[in-house]
């Protein structure tokens, strides 16, 4: 079995920055890409950035520019500062977590952490 949990979450004024942790863990034995994913209330949830194996990364365009996702394949830890946030940024942040286990290929999603953007 594989979990994923997020933590980091938390309320910043506009401006400011947070920082978003990611570990997988369990029966891995390799993990290729991670990615963080938002929905605010109301909306869909869409990609806010992910980055391969290869740490080859994709971002949102509303996101350039003030996020960067990394990753520590030694830990099974990806991450998402983010900075200048603004109050648009308000949403529930999931992670996803894709590889092989002992058991099989797997994709799973953590059980989000909420950022709130307001003064």
């Known amino acids: 079995q594989v979990q994923v949990v997020e933590s980091g979450g938390g309320l910043v004024q506009p401006g400011g920055s947070l920082r978003l942790s990611c570990a997988a863990s369990?029966?891995?034995?390799?993990?290729?890409?991670m990615g963080w994913y938002r929905q605010a209330p109301g909306k869909q949830r869409e990609l806010v950035a992910a980055?391969?194996?290869?740490?080859?990364?994709n971002y949102s365009d509303s996101v350039k520019g003030r996020f960067t996702i990394s990753r520590d394949n030694a830990k099974n830890t990806v991450y998402l500062q983010m900075n200048s946030l603004k109050p648009e940024d308000t949403a529930v942040y999931y992670c996803?977590?894709?590889?092989?286990?002992?058991?099989?290929?797997?994709?799973?999603w953590g059980q989000g952490t909420q950022v709130t953007v307001s003064s």
């Open positions: 996803n977590a894709r590889g092989r286990s002992t058991w099989g290929p797997f994709d799973y």
């Open positions: 369990g029966s891995i034995l390799s993990l290729s890409t």
């Open positions: 980055i391969t194996g290869g740490r080859t990364t």
